[in-house]
């Protein structure tokens, strides 16, 4: 499958995305964030507040973050984490 040059496909089903420059993460400063594959029951608990306030949950959740820290980044990496789960969904 087709996917952006930023993002690699594991062999375990994640994916893990390169960031455009080092971001505090997790606990520790980092250039890359891997995201597991979302389940229905992700998507459930990530249906209480707006769509964008579902989606940051949803995103902190899959990458193992504190929602604060996906508030946290730039717009452009932000997009590369909503690149990276629409290859989950298709």
């Known amino acids: ?3 952006p040059d930023f ?11 390169a960031l455009t ?3 505090q993460l997790g606990g520790a400063t980092t250039d ?3 995201m597991r594959e ?8 990530a249906s209480k507040g ?9 995103f902190a959740n899959l ?3 504190a929602p604060d820290e996906i508030k946290a ?9 909503q690149d990276a789960y629409m290859l989950f969904t298709i």
């Open 7 to 17: 993002i690699t496909e594991n062999p375990d089903g994640t994916a893990t995305i």
């Open 38 to 45: 979302p389940t229905v029951g992700d998507q459930l608990a």
């Open 63 to 65: 990458c193992e973050v």
């Open 73 to 81: 980044l730039p717009l452009r990496d932000y997009r590369r984490l």
């Open 1 to 3: 499958m087709d996917h």
């Open 50 to 58: 707006t769509p964008a306030q579902n989606e940051v949950a949803l």
């Open 32 to 34: 890359k964030v891997t």
């Open 21 to 23: 420059r080092p971001h």
